[in-house]
């Protein structure tokens, strides 16, 4: 039988118990969202990290600024959250206009409330297997093959991606738990010869029903986290359903990786509120 990793039921786990653990503390986690010009995308995104805050009690704040800002006056208004103690968690809403360089901003956050784990220092504390922010996607595809109790040591893990968000930050995560992990990506040489050898294939690679059948062996864990709008209005990933018959488990799309990615952004921010300075 296949074993559906179901992200609703993993991240509503995870809300209970963040809940629970507030529900001695007068104080909350308070995340603040920084978002500049009006990207239709970014406003669904936000709207979303909100609710989900709201609905373990955290409080949430945006801050909207008009596309014209100038990187330097987004730097003060970050150096304003970065000091304001009630503040415990920052994320500025990717992508930023173009004429503001989103690495300058991220390296302005506070590491202490980089939530969205994109800061050098968190990346840097990662990779030397040190406490530290991850990056919400990996962080949540970890939870979600804890919560089906499936095992990553020693297994072959096989990432399909190499973005900054996702693919390397994932490989630095299963590297740290013990797993023997393969990096593919757009220019790998025969990448069917690779994903067919995974025990656990993560496939972030953007790419409409990349991944099919031919591309794994019989009892792989697949995790997809793509995810595409179809003319119909329903949603795709980057594996195609033919490769769902050969495995052992899969996290579909939707209702996979997507509803772990918020609960790793609260994870991250209740982190930060306990460590807050
Ligand atoms: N835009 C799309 N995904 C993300 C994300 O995870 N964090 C931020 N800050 N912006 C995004």
Known sequence: MTLILNGVAASTAIKEQLKQALSQSREKPHL????????????????????????VGFMSSVKRYESSITQDQLFNELDKLNQDNDVHGIIVQLPLPSHINANAIIDHISPHKDVDGFHPINVGNLHRGQNSFVSATPLGILRLLEFYSIDVVSKHVVVVGRSNIVGKPIAALLLNANATVTITHSKTKNLMHHTQQADILIVAAGIKHMINKDYVKK?????????????????????????????????????????????GLLLNTYQAFQERG
């Open 32 to 55: 603040v969202v920084v978002l500049v010009g009006q990207d239709p995308a970014s406003e669904v995104y936000v709207k979303n990290k909100q609710k989900a805050c709201h609905e």
């Open 219 to 263: 009892g792989v864990v697949i995790v997809d986290v793509g995810i595409h709008r179809n003319d119909d209005g329903t949603l795709s990933g980057d594996v195609h359903p033919s490769a769902y018959e050969l495995a052992s488990a899969y996290s579909p799309v939707p209702k996979g990786v997507g509803p772990m990615t918020i609960a």
